[in-house]
């Protein structure tokens, strides 16, 4: 089946003609010895972005939330997360395999939870109980719907978590859409985060990896995680190149992505047996519901008209990105309403 638009994740984003070509003429050099200049240009370019001392490239988004919490925890402490969280769900228990720590999750509701939550969840400085080393936020929170977490939510459970003695991370996978929504820059969001990472490779549109920011100190510590985790690389720059590029040319058409996710929520719930609030839609996620049907089989019968969604088991998630345009987003809404009339 030829998937025509396809809506399954940003993450299939394919890099343009534009960004090839600025790729394959890229300055390159050995990054494992810190001599690759385009690899050195994109995470000087992310820690400014940031507000941080320092960035490091890596291969994926999923090394960054690991090499933060090894960088902060030992084995036996605890980091608090909401419960729909990245690393709890699709990081195949790596927390558990690579620093030992364990999870504590809370309640949040799409993604975001209050400073009260958070403080129950800390725990005593007692003995007997796991040590709480780290204060974990994703921005946008991904299975909560593409929710923000506001900017002065932030600014206080960050300060709490410092005050206790606390970590901040900011698993930023999606920054950027936050950012093109509110007009809150990065480095505000970022302010308050002793380790903050966003993904290349998702509405930035490059093929490859992720830039991890913070003091010189963590990103000193977060090179032997790097190396440890076989996620050091040679050339690295051709790669890197396509981040450069994104950070250039695609930060402010994420607008367009969040614009589409709202159009296509709010002809979404013109429909009747869709259940969808299109006000909860802040960015580019679009999560909702099929009164009587089941998931799985509305989402195959959609693929054979060549519109691809991704199934969250009893509902369906729809994520724009910059191979989709309005065009294809009124397409997409048709083929809907066929399968549901
Ligand atoms: C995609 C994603 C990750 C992991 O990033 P990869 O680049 O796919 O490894 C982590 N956290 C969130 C919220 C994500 O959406």
């Not at 699709?90 to 030992?100: P, Q």
């Not at 923000?148 to 930023?172: Q, V």
Request: proline content about 3%; charged content about 25%.
């Amino acid at each position: 089946m030829e998937i025509k638009i396809d809506l399954f994740s940003d993450t299939g984003t394919r890099p343009s003609d534009e960004m090839r070509k600025f790729m394959a003429e890229a300055e390159v050099g050995d990054e494992q010895l810190l001599e690759d200049p385009s690899v050195n240009r994109l995470t000087s370019m992310a820690a400014k972005l940031l507000g941080k001392e320092e960035a490091i490239y890596l291969p994926s988004g999923l090394m960054a939330n690991q090499i933060s919490f090894a960088v902060h925890c030992n084995p036996g402490d605890e980091i608090i997360m909401d419960r729909s969280a990245h690393p709890i769900h699709y990081e195949a228990g790596a927390t558990a395999v690579i620093c030992g720590a364990s999870i504590r999750r809370v309640n949040g509701v799409r993604g975001v939870f209050q400073t009260e939550q958070f403080l129950e969840a800390v725990r005593t400085k007692e003995y007997h109980d796991p040590q709480s080393r780290v204060l974990s936020i994703e921005q946008t929170s991904n299975l909560g719907g593409g929710t923000i977490w506001p900017l002065d939510l932030i600014e206080r459970i960050t300060e709490k978590a410092h005050s206790l003695g606390l970590n901040n991370h900011m698993d930023g996978a999606r920054l950027f859409n936050a950012v093109a929504a509110t007009g809150n820059t990065a480095r505000q969001y970022a302010a308050n985060f002793d380790s903050v990472w966003f993904d290349l490779s998702k509405g930035l549109g490059a093929p490859v990896g992720s830039v991890l920011a913070g003091s010189k100190d963590f990103i000193h510590q977060a090179r032997y995680w790097k190396q440890r985790l076989g996620g050091a690389m040679r050339q690295a720059g051709i790669i890197a190149a396509g981040g450069i590029y994104a950070l250039e040319n695609n930060l402010e058409r994420l607008k367009e992505d969040n614009k589409n996710a709202k159009l296509l929520a709010e002809r979404l719930a013109e429909i009747p047996s869709v259940e969808i609030e299109p006000q909860d839609v802040e960015t580019n996620i679009v999560i909702f519901k099929i009164k009587g049907k089941s998931s799985d089989s509305f989402a195959e019968k959609i693929l054979q008209d060549g519109l691809r969604v991704s199934v969250l088991h009893d509902k369906l998630r729809a994520v724009t990105h910059l191979d989709v345009d309005r065009t294809d987003i009124l397409k997409a809404v048709e083929i809907f309403k066929k399968h549901l009339n």
